[in-house]
């Protein structure tokens, strides 16, 4: 299998079959558990009552990009503490336990919750570091955002509906045909250069496929200048709590279009450093 397709299908096809599913399609007992979680002190780390316009979005026919409030969700998640991994087992959790018949439907349902805790305890720090890059040479912008209004001339406008489309088009092997001037960027080797630290067994096959794509200085470990570390360094305490923001949060708003999409996001980065240039 080529990179390509490895890139897009580890974490595309989960994460954007949940960005198509309609608010209906959510049980009621992973809705309440999803609530649970965004409603919580303790998650606020995650800032996830930032994405409740993607998720009115994606019960509306709005042809309006995403990218500004991925830009606000990332921007006040990266000023936040980060979770601590008492939080993170906490929401993988109440995951596992609230929406085993979602998990089911994407064939998870012999997933287990201790295993999925460790993986995502391990991940979390590499990820938040990645969507927490800002480029200097533009007024701090997240590069994530800069990426995403960057492809926009080429994939389209990112919509809900439309990243559904172009997940689709992804997995079948229709690449949208983006120069590499927009995905070999300072900002994309930046977050090349932190997860192959973090992750070097997993990407050690396939620093010569990025070499080729996007040139030997991209994979030569340097850091860019123009980059920098928005993050906050401190994490967030552990105490269990919880806050009226949770009355936001109703069981009657679907939360599949929320996690689809920032997944979506992330993703759409991740694959634009190796395959779309």
Do not use: H
Not at 139 to 158: A, I, M, R, S, W
Request: aromatic share 4%.
């Amino acid at each position: 299998m080529s990179f390509r397709k490895i890139a897009v299908a580890a974490a595309l096809v989960a994460g954007l079959q949940m960005a198509g599913s309609s608010a209906q399609s959510i049980s009621t007992q992973c809705q309440a558990a999803l609530a649970t979680i965004v409603g919580s002190s303790d998650a606020s780390c995650l800032n996830a009552q930032a994405l409740v316009g993607l998720v009115v979005a994606s019960t509306s026919s709005s042809n309006t990009s995403i990218v500004p409030t991925i830009d606000s969700w990332l921007t006040g998640m990266c000023s936040r503490p980060a979770c601590s991994n008492s939080t993170l087992a906490t929401v993988v959790s109440s995951i596992t336990s609230g929406c085993t018949t979602e998990l089911s439907a994407l064939g998870l349902s012999n997933v287990d919750s201790s295993e999925l805790t460790t993986l995502v305890q391990t991940a979390y720090p590499t990820v938040r570091q990645v969507a927490c890059l800002g480029d200097t040479s533009n007024n701090n912008t997240l590069c994530l955002t800069e990426t995403l209004n960057n492809l926009e001339p080429y994939t389209g406008t990112l919509t809900v509906a439309n990243i559904e489309s172009l997940s689709s088009q992804i997995i079948a092997g229709t690449i949208p045909n983006v120069p590499s001037n927009v995905t070999c960027t300072d900002c994309t080797k930046a977050a090349f250069n932190i997860v192959q630290t973090e992750f070097d067994d997993l990407f050690s096959g396939f620093t010569s496929d990025v070499s080729t794509t996007c040139g030997a200085s991209f994979v030569d470990g340097t850091e860019p200048s123009t980059v920098t570390q928005l993050a906050t360094d401190s994490t967030a305490s552990a105490a269990a709590s919880s806050n009226a923001a949770s009355g936001m949060f109703s069981a009657q708003i679907g939360f599949a279009p929320l996690a689809g999409v920032a997944v979506s996001a992330l993703l759409t980065v991740t694959s634009a450093f190796f395959v779309l240039a």
